[in-house]
């Protein structure tokens, strides 16, 4: 090198430019002899040295594996993609990072040890397994793979359950099952992170301490692009003996899986809810409203044994039941105003209550919903068509809303918990790849132009970083050929239906259990992972098989759901339960939603509230568009049908909410009005105990307690007591009441 090239430059400098200039060879020619071995052991870059860079942190999600890499250095989130990351080391940053005729002066181990700075501070020691793992393989040449390449196939978790006391501990063990039958033990290249830290803590080595409360958490275990979990148990201090359940009630199938459950666990079912908590929980869950006093005086008088039973039935074939439930599967499917307009919005609406009304088959539904064709000014499911307009966002709607499945991490880089890749978004993308549209777009929301969706055989979908033309392959489904005169889209929906499907029944009867109980059995309900697997997969399991059985009827499920005794428990809690909100073994209180809040205190005051769009005194439960302007709607937490994606609501009690109830202009208008409920009620012949009668039971459900009526009396006998400002205190005062706000 003549030494021209070097004029003005130091020693020291020199020395860099030229090692800079070697690493730089060197990397070129380790691109073209990556077939030749260099030594009998040589090591390989997926299977050892990339699991070392996971374990250290360096393809964290907070570290070299963000979006845009840090400082120039990009890796994939757990080492999805092995080739990348082999090439942004071996030939990134012109060759610096390995340095394979002195390994140790390689940028990568100078850093990862902060022999030089490093801004994720130093990762391993120079005498750690680790450090020599990694020179190791720089000194061989930095191969690709070893003599003899093996695939990792899955990892084994052990113990995979177990029960332990309060500040117990116990230690995992991560085998590495690969393509050859041959095994690793990875527990100290493994990752560890606990779902409840107050549960059981989990430190870097799997050794795993319970916490001092009762209940059941997983610990996740991640090795390479591969989860599992670990199951922690921590019954009650005292397991309860066989006799306390065998006096338990057994309506069905579901009270002896969640009763299973809490033998294991200790627990022990709540009393059985009142006639009043019943009838009241039941018609909130099924209509959506409160129940009428006549029915409930009805109700409570009764003396049949099956009268529970038969008013499930009542319930269920109540014509307010189609539109409580289009409202909660609005939730889910109703498409964004802004881009499909008004009109789009309500045929989508028009359609799902009439599908409904006709108890039509939930897989009907969805094959119709996912098949679409037509103007989106005549058929409402080809309106999601438009809203979805984009393959991927469709596919992502699809496996979401449908299946339980998270994708949309995907869609970037490699989701952070589970093992669904770029590969699998795309490739659910690509049954909805032929989709062509004609007419005039988005437009705006009043007169928004139809749109026509069909379907025509040519359309592709590619993969964003690789160009590759994706073949149609639903998550953990097999490709499907499809055959070139048939939308892709069928044969989608035939493999979600198939009886041995493993995610669409368990998504939707999961989805109901969420609705009945307040909390799913898989909770998130739509975020089925390895990683956050069902408090009772028995349950779940049974539900599903139950529902495909009876050849997908709602109806039919949630009478199975509400006539269990497990539905019919108390949300008070007895000593075992007090702290368990995950395993049934007692009612959870939830407030209600903010279309039953509104029509509840409709019930209450007798004056509906005025819903912009719909004639005077239409329910809350008959909106159906989420745009038309309500203050109380928006309090109570009516989903924004803008968001992406809207789907669940957050059913937490705010402070607005509270206050909105106890100083609003517009509620107390509706109870101090002169053609509401206070005012008949004090303007009638009715006796104040009569009046009290008829509140409680418009309001909770109930008749008021002896002392809650003498409180009640004692206010109507007051000296100068106006009989109408009492009747509208009382129906104040009970709306503000978490009695009146949460279904218990």
């Not at 959506?288 to 009764?302: D, I, T, W």
Request: contains cysteine.
């Amino acid at each position: 090198m003549h030494s021209a090239c070097f004029r003005g430059f130091s020693p020291v400098e020199i020395r860099g430019i030229v090692m800079d200039r070697m690493r730089a060879k060197f990397a070129i020619l380790v691109a073209f002899s990556m077939a030749t071995p260099a030594f009998a052991d040589r090591l390989s870059f997926r299977n050892d040295v990339l699991p070392v860079l996971g374990k250290a942190g360096c393809s964290n999600g907070s570290c070299h594996a963000k979006s845009g890499g840090q400082n120039g250095f990009q890796l994939s989130v757990f080492a999805y993609d092995p080739a990348a990351d082999y090439r942004n080391i071996v030939r990134g940053a012109r060759g610096r990072r390995i340095f394979p005729a002195a390994p140790e002066e390689s940028l990568l181990l100078l850093k990862a040890t902060q022999s030089i700075d490093h801004e994720g501070g130093k990762r391993f020691d120079k005498d750690s397994e680790f450090y020599r793992m990694i020179h190791k393989w720089i000194s061989q040449g930095a191969p690709w793979n070893s003599e003899k390449e093996i695939s990792l196939m899955r990892i084994e978790v052990s113990p995979s359950s177990g029960q332990y006391k309060r500040k117990g501990e116990t230690s995992l063990k991560v085998t590495a099952h690969y393509s050859d039958k041959s095994k690793r033990d990875v527990t100290h290249l493994s990752e560890y992170q606990s779902n409840d830290q107050a549960l059981a803590e989990v430190d870097h080595h799997g050794h795993v301490t319970m916490g001092n409360q009762f209940g059941e958490g997983v610990v996740i275990v991640r090795y390479m692009d591969k989860v599992e979990v670990a199951r922690v148990a921590i019954p009650t201090e005292t397991l309860l003996p066989e006799s306390a359940y065998a006096k338990l009630t057994v309506n069905n199938e579901i009270d002896r899986k969640v009763y299973d459950r809490h033998k294991q666990l200790g627990l022990l079912v709540s009393d059985l809810a009142s006639d009043s908590e019943f009838i009241r929980r039941a018609s909130l869950d099924t209509l959506g409203k409160l129940p009428e006093p006549e029915r409930v005086r009805k109700f409570l008088a009764s003396k049949h044994p099956k009268k529970r039973e038969y008013l499930i039935d009542e319930l269920l074939d109540d014509r307010d039941w189609a539109d409580h439930w289009a409202t909660s599967f609005g939730d889910l499917v109703r498409p964004n105003t802004l881009r499909v307009g008004v009109k789009g919005v309500y045929l989508m609406d028009r359609w799902l209550r009439r599908k409904l009304r006709d108890n039509a088959p939930y897989d009907q539904i969805v094959r119709e919903i996912l098949t679409a064709t037509g103007s989106t000014h005549m058929h409402g499911p080809t309106v999601l068509m438009r809203d979805k307009r984009v393959p991927a966002d469709a596919g992502a709607f699809t496996s979401r809303i449908f299946l339980g499945v998270r994708l949309e991490c995907a869609q970037c880089h490699h989701h952070p918990s589970e093992k669904w890749g770029q590969e699998d978004y795309y490739q659910l993308a690509a049954f909805f790849g032929s989709m062509k549209r004609k007419g005039q777009g988005i437009s705006t929301p009043i007169s928004g132009e139809p749109e026509y969706w069909y379907w025509q055989a040519g359309g592709t979908v590619k993969h964003p970083v690789s160009g590759e033309v994706m073949k149609p392959k639903p998550p953990d489904g097999p490709f499907i050929d499809v055959p070139k005169d048939q939308d892709p889209r069928a044969a989608l929906v035939d493999w979600m239906v198939d009886p041995e499907n493993p995610f669409f029944a368990r998504a939707l009867v999961n989805r109901l259990w969420g609705k009945f109980f307040g909390v799913g059995i898989v909770e998130p309900v739509d975020d089925f992972r390895a990683s956050n697997p069902p408090t009772n997969e028995p349950l779940l399991d049974w539900l599903a098989k139950d529902f495909k059985k009876h050849k997908y009827d709602l109806k039919r499920t949630m009478r199975v759901i509400m006539n269990s005794r497990i539905y019919q428990t108390s949300s008070v809690a007895n000593k075992t339960n007090v702290g368990d909100e995950r395993n049934y073994a007692r009612s959870i209180r939830r407030r209600l939603g903010a279309e039953a809040m509104s029509d509840a205190v409709t019930r209450v005051t007798g004056m509906p509230d005025t819903l912009e769009g719909l004639a005077k005194g239409t329910r809350a439960m008959m909106t159906w568009n989420t745009k038309m302007r309500s203050v109380f709607l928006d309090t109570f937490g009516r989903p924004d049908s803008s968001a992406e994606c809207p789907c669940e609501r957050d059913p937490s009690p705010t402070i607005i909410q509270s206050l909105h109830l106890m100083n609003s202009d517009k509620l107390e208008a509706r109870i101090v009005s002169g053609s509401g409920r206070a005012v008949n009620l004090a303007k009638s012949e009715r006796k104040p105990e009569e009046i009290a009668d008829e509140i409680y039971l418009s309001a909770y459900s109930r008749f008021p307690t002896a002392d809650e009526k003498k409180i009640v009396l004692a206010a109507y006998d007051a000296k100068d007591a106006s009989r109408e400002k009492v009747t509208q205190d009382l129906i104040w005062a009970l709306i503000n009441t978490p009695e009146f706000v949460l279904n218990h």
